[in-house]
């Protein structure tokens, strides 16, 4: 990743939460408490009927994991995520292990913060300036966001790419196809690379987008190399 882009004039180096955002902030970690307290008594009220022998349920609470912050578009939230113990039912009964889906065991910030990641790449922000650039919008508590990390979900968003444009198309038939060349106002490795884009669609209507590369100019042999590598999926 290259270095050379310009650094954003970014807001004080420690910026100050106002009240409106402070307030936001605590209304939201309430919110969150709160919907993970729910969800707990939903699985317990779902398996209360499971007791021992002497009448005492098999599933029940078991206190609060340690307090961890979850990164959030409006600073960090300190949570404590409430636990449940079926230890003695869960290799015994077809009853799954408690698992929140609202709050996920190993999560540590928002999906939407993992979506700005990549837009503040593609504006110009380099690998270096990541950390200065997310402590200014996400307060100076930010935390898990280095260079290094930063380089790291860069690797797997490309994996991520590289498996989508692996797919298997066999089994799919198209009528109909779009291809366009889209220049973004974005940083790219040369200013004469656009995006080659097809877009497809079946019989029904259904439109499928079938890839995405980039392209020197929407040159023949760009295009060329798009469509091949189309075929061979």
Same mark, same amino acid.
């Given at each position: 990743?290259?270095?050379?882009?310009?650094?954003?004039?970014?807001? #004080?180096? =420690?910026? @100050?939460? =106002?009240? %409106?955002?402070?307030?936001?902030?605590?209304?939201?970690?309430?919110?969150?408490?709160?919907?993970?307290?729910?969800?707990? &008594? *939903?699985? $317990?009220?779902? +398996?209360? &009927? $499971?007791?021992?022998?002497?009448?005492?349920?098999?599933?029940?609470?078991?206190? +609060?994991?340690?307090?961890?912050?979850?990164?959030?578009?409006?600073?960090?939230?300190?949570?404590?995520?409430?636990?449940?113990?079926?230890?003695?039912?869960?290799?015994?009964?077809?009853?799954?292990? +408690?698992s929140?889906?609202? %709050?996920?065991?190993y999560?540590?910030?928002?999906?939407?913060?993992?979506?700005?990641?990549?837009? $503040?790449?593609?504006?110009?922000? !380099?690998?270096?300036?990541? #950390?200065?650039? $997310?402590? !200014?919008?996400l307060?100076?508590?930010?935390? &898990? %966001?280095?260079? &290094?990390?930063?380089?790291g979900?860069?690797?797997?968003?490309?994996?991520?790419?590289?498996?989508?444009?692996?797919?298997?198309?066999?089994?799919?038939?198209?009528?109909?196809?779009?291809?366009?060349?889209?220049?973004?106002? @974005?940083?790219? *490795?040369?200013?004469?690379?656009?995006?080659?884009?097809?877009?497809?669609?079946?019989?029904?209507?259904?439109?499928?987008l079938?890839? @995405? !590369?980039?392209? +020197?100019?929407?040159?023949?042999?760009?295009?060329?190399?798009?469509? %091949?590598?189309?075929?061979?999926?």
């Amino acid at each position: 990743m290259k270095n050379d882009a310009k650094l954003i004039e970014f807001c #004080p180096e =420690s910026p @100050v939460w =106002s009240p %409106l955002e402070e307030i936001a902030r605590e209304g939201a970690r309430k919110m969150l408490a709160e919907a993970l307290e729910l969800e707990v &008594n *939903e699985f $317990l009220r779902k +398996y209360s &009927n $499971l007791k021992d022998e002497s009448g005492k349920q098999l599933v029940v609470r078991n206190g +609060y994991s340690p307090e961890r912050e979850i990164m959030t578009g409006i600073g960090n939230i300190e949570i404590k995520q409430p636990r449940i113990d079926d230890r003695k039912i869960r290799f015994e009964q077809k009853v799954p292990i +408690y698992s929140s889906e609202i %709050l996920p065991k190993y999560l540590r910030r928002i999906p939407s913060i993992d979506n700005l990641l990549p837009a $503040l790449y593609l504006k110009g922000v !380099s690998t270096g300036d990541f #950390p200065v650039a $997310l402590e !200014s919008i996400l307060g100076k508590n930010a935390k &898990n %966001l280095s260079a &290094n990390v930063i380089v790291g979900l860069k690797s797997k968003w490309k994996e991520e790419y590289d498996s989508w444009s692996k797919r298997d198309l066999s089994k799919k038939e198209y009528v109909y196809f779009w291809v366009d060349g889209i220049h973004f106002n @974005v940083r790219l *490795e040369d200013d004469r690379t656009c995006i080659l884009v097809i877009v497809a669609a079946d019989n029904t209507g259904k439109k499928d987008l079938l890839a @995405v !590369s980039d392209g +020197y100019r929407e040159s023949k042999i760009s295009w060329k190399d798009v469509l %091949l590598s189309l075929k061979e999926d």
